[in-house]
């Protein structure tokens, strides 16, 4: 997910942050090839902005060594590897920009998207930046987002991947909870933190059903980022940061601890 450009707030703040935020397919792993052909698509969570190491041909997409998709693929060695996954990638950028590696013989295809849809950018600057109230009427219209026009542009993703790629196994990748609740966090307050991690559940679960509609595995990281979440102690996410477009994104241990456990898997 991508942050939007945003300056300004007391003590000379300024965030430009990115955040920019099963069933199996019909090929699974037991079926098909042991190193299929792997096409790694969707967001900056996928690009693994946030990760460090990234890939310089890959310009502004941001796409770390440090991801998920490319951690996964020097450790399995697939037949090849196409990473399309670019920062700030909304559904549409998907659909225009990153299907051209799909085939009839790609064996496994990942994706993470949908937050970017929900202008999950704009409600982390509002609530970083902003008072209770104004984060939570932000965070009112993103939820109102994922559940009125998201899952029908997801449906559109889903189903071009599926035509593509007929014989796929296709693993859709969720979004972690970002802050412990409870007790204080440097920055924002409880309430600001509970209904952040309200939205990022809300986003999930329109998310795993939409995949599961389609046949498509989810991976729920929820399951491996508890614990170490942002006012943890021990956070696999990154906060506001420098650079700032790696705010809010996991970093290199989110990506190899909370990220490619549930990926491979499901894979």
């Not at 997409?61 to 196409?82: H, V």
Request: overall charge neutral.
């Amino acid at each position: 997910m991508k942050l939007s450009r945003v300056a300004g707030a007391a003590s000379a703040l300024s965030l430009t942050a990115a955040l920019a935020l099963g069933v199996p397919g019909v090929a699974h792993s037991a079926e098909r090839a042991s190193t299929p052909a792997y096409v790694a698509l969707g967001d900056s969570y996928s690009s693994g902005v946030g990760a460090g190491s990234y890939d310089p041909a890959g310009g502004s997409c941001k796409r770390s060594t440090r991801s998920y998709p490319a951690l996964w693929a020097a450790r399995n060695a697939p037949s090849s590897f196409a990473f399309t996954a670019c920062s700030g990638a909304r559904t549409g950028d998907v659909l225009a920009g990153q299907l051209g590696p799909l085939n009839s013989s790609t064996g496994l295809v990942s994706i993470s998207v949908g937050g970017n849809d929900a202008g999950f950018a704009d409600t982390m600057t509002a609530c970083v930046l902003g008072g209770d109230s104004s984060c939570l009427d932000r965070i009112a219209q993103a939820r109102a987002v994922i559940q009125n026009e998201l899952p029908a542009k997801l449906d559109d993703v889903y189903s071009a991947i599926r035509s593509r790629a007929p014989r796929a196994q296709v693993v859709v990748l969720g979004y972690p909870r970002f802050y412990r609740t409870g007790g204080l966090c440097a920055g924002l307050s409880d309430t600001k933190r509970k209904a952040i991690n309200a939205a990022a559940d809300h986003l999930d679960t329109v998310i795993a059903k939409r995949a599961a509609d389609h046949g498509f595995a989810y991976g729920d990281v929820n399951t491996t980022f508890a614990g170490h979440e942002l006012c943890s102690g021990s956070a696999w996410l990154n906060s506001v940061s420098l650079p700032v477009d790696e705010s809010y994104h996991p970093n290199a241990a989110g990506q190899a601890n909370g990220y490619l456990p549930v990926f491979d898997k499901a894979a």
